[in-house]
């Protein structure tokens, strides 16, 4: 599957500070330090949707994190996927009466789009939980063959993980089992499923049912992937045993990440899964998560449609901090807004304060936990100077507008 198309990103002068970031799993900020290159799987979308604002701020985050790795000299293997299968939207193409194939190819080309215009640097694979069937398929068998997993003896073709099988479940998400089935009921699992060793346990393979696309699993019999094996699948295929960072919004936390994590820990031996587990906050909109199933969105591709930069929402969706849970009102567009207007002039300008301390200075604030409200902060301050004609650094305008497409990837 191809990825949107990209853009130039300017180098910059000097060597920034190394990137800290929070890990989930420790609950704490520590040293990202990767090998020369930085590995990186982000949760893509399910395809049966506009991309709404919660989907741009988790993609602004992990842009940041490509970014800041990038400015620091290394190169960057990000992988995203696309789960182009799954009963959302299977869900969503029987209520609309569309073929579910045109429904994913439809929305993930208007993901492609949103994050074009949003300027978020493409990941170098994009896959799709379709084509990845047959590796997919293959560590199901492998998990059973290890007694890591079991069939369900309802003759649906059903196969489940074995909790059980990864003594360290839970170490990421630090939940207790109550809050654990709970989630697992409101985030798609089935913990009340009768024949379950463990209500906990999650599905590794739906076998076929009538009226639903179903793919050849060989000893498995025809079905199609659970959602948490296929995302550990492909980051195994393509990022190896251990990533640098798993990534996605913070509803994925829980069960999503922890099992997936579990699933890979199982399959190599090899843990942590991650070494950092990052994850950003939601998207309120009237005080309510933005989500598909409260019908509360706001979608990116209607704001471009009315004539909304797509740079001012970048803004805007940067103004809080990534790991909290904010509120998209009128007035964080206005700001948004405003700030693109006012950092244009600004870099229009003849001279301004030194760049060189401002380019220094928003370095330490990202490469703090993506600390992006304090690195616009810093941007605003120059620029207000900037306006008036204070400083007499002939280069700061230019450098400045470097800096913030570089860095914070809003084009002035």
Same mark, same amino acid.
């Given at each position: 599957?191809?990825?949107?198309?990209?853009?130039?990103?300017?180098?910059?002068?000097?060597?920034?500070?190394?990137?800290?970031? #929070?890990?989930?799993?420790?609950?704490?900020?520590?040293?990202? !330090?990767?090998?020369?290159?930085?590995?990186? #799987?982000?949760?893509?979308?399910?395809? #049966?949707?506009?991309? /709404?604002?919660?989907? =741009?701020?988790?993609?602004?985050?992990?842009?940041?994190?490509?970014?800041?790795?990038?400015?620091?000299?290394?190169?960057?293997?990000?992988?995203?996927?696309?789960?182009?299968?799954?009963?959302?939207?299977?869900?969503?193409?029987?209520?609309?009466? !569309?073929?579910?194939?045109?429904?994913?190819?439809?929305?993930?080309?208007?993901?492609?789009?949103?994050?074009?215009?949003?300027?978020?640097?493409?990941?170098?694979? #994009?896959?799709?939980?379709? !084509?990845?069937?047959?590796?997919?398929?293959?560590?199901?068998?492998?998990?059973?063959?290890?007694?890591?997993?079991?069939?369900?003896?309802?003759?649906?073709?059903?196969?489940?993980?074995?909790?059980?099988?990864? $003594?360290?479940? @839970?170490?990421?998400?630090?939940?207790?089992?109550?809050?654990?089935?709970?989630?697992? %009921?409101?985030?798609?699992?089935?913990?009340?499923?009768?024949?379950?060793?463990?209500?906990?346990? $999650?599905?590794?393979?739906?076998?076929?049912?009538?009226?639903?696309?179903?793919?050849?699993?060989?000893?498995?019999?025809?079905?199609?992937?659970?959602?948490?094996? !296929?995302?550990?699948?492909?980051?195994?295929?393509?990022?190896?045993?251990?990533?640098?960072?798993?990534?996605?919004?913070?509803?994925?936390?829980?069960? /999503? /990440?922890?099992?997936?994590?579990?699933? +890979?820990?199982?399959?190599?031996?090899?843990?942590?899964?991650?070494?950092?587990?990052?994850?950003?906050?939601?998207? @309120?909109?009237?005080?309510?998560?933005?989500?598909?199933?409260?019908?509360?969105?706001?979608?990116?591709?209607?704001?471009?449609?009315?004539?909304?930069?797509?740079?001012?929402?970048?803004?805007?969706?940067?103004?809080? /901090?990534?790991?909290?849970?904010?509120?998209?009102?009128?007035?964080?567009?206005?700001?948004?807004?405003?700030?693109?207007?006012?950092?244009?002039?600004?870099?229009?300008?003849?001279?301004?304060?030194? @760049?060189?301390?401002?380019?220094?200075?928003?370095?330490?604030?990202?490469?703090?936990?993506?600390?992006?409200? =304090?690195?616009?902060?810093?941007?605003?301050?120059?620029?207000?100077?900037?306006?008036?004609?204070?400083?007499?650094?002939?280069?700061? $305008? +230019?450098?400045?507008?470097?800096?913030?497409? %570089?860095?914070?990837?809003?084009?002035?």
């Amino acid at each position: 599957m191809d990825a949107w198309v990209g853009h130039e990103v300017p180098s910059l002068p000097g060597t920034p500070p190394a990137l800290r970031l #929070y890990d989930s799993a420790r609950r704490d900020v520590f040293p990202s !330090e990767p090998a020369d290159a930085a590995t990186m #799987y982000v949760c893509g979308i399910t395809p #049966y949707d506009a991309t /709404h604002l919660g989907h =741009a701020a988790t993609m602004i985050t992990f842009d940041l994190v490509q970014r800041l790795w990038r400015d620091a000299g290394r190169s960057v293997t990000y992988v995203q996927n696309v789960t182009d299968i799954d009963d959302p939207l299977l869900e969503r193409a029987t209520r609309d009466g !569309e073929d579910w194939i045109v429904l994913a190819m439809r929305e993930t080309a208007l993901f492609r789009e949103d994050m074009e215009a949003l300027r978020i640097i493409p990941p170098a694979h #994009y896959v799709g939980a379709v !084509e990845s069937i047959p590796d997919i398929a293959a560590h199901v068998r492998e998990l059973l063959a290890a007694d890591a997993a079991y069939t369900l003896p309802d003759g649906t073709g059903d196969v489940y993980f074995k909790v059980a099988a990864a $003594p360290s479940f @839970g170490y990421e998400s630090h939940l207790s089992r109550d809050e654990m089935r709970r989630l697992s %009921a409101e985030r798609g699992g089935d913990p009340d499923r009768d024949g379950k060793l463990d209500p906990l346990d $999650p599905l590794l393979w739906r076998g076929a049912r009538d009226g639903e696309p179903a793919w050849d699993g060989g000893d498995l019999g025809p079905g199609r992937p659970g959602w948490h094996i !296929e995302c550990a699948t492909i980051a195994l295929g393509l990022l190896g045993s251990t990533i640098d960072v798993q990534g996605g919004g913070n509803d994925l936390l829980y069960p /999503h /990440h922890e099992c997936s994590a579990a699933h +890979a820990e199982t399959l190599t031996g090899s843990r942590p899964f991650a070494r950092h587990f990052v994850h950003a906050g939601m998207i @309120g909109l009237d005080g309510e998560k933005m989500s598909k199933s409260k019908g509360n969105l706001v979608f990116v591709s209607r704001l471009r449609g009315d004539g909304v930069d797509p740079m001012a929402l970048r803004l805007g969706l940067l103004s809080g /901090h990534y790991r909290s849970d904010r509120e998209w009102t009128d007035d964080v567009l206005k700001t948004g807004q405003e700030r693109l207007a006012r950092w244009r002039t600004a870099a229009s300008a003849t001279a301004g304060p030194s @760049g060189a301390g401002l380019l220094a200075a928003v370095r330490e604030a990202l490469t703090n936990d993506l600390d992006a409200p =304090a690195a616009l902060a810093l941007v605003d301050a120059w620029a207000e100077a900037a306006v008036i004609g204070a400083g007499d650094d002939p280069s700061a $305008p +230019a450098l400045i507008a470097q800096t913030v497409d %570089a860095l914070l990837g809003v084009r002035l």
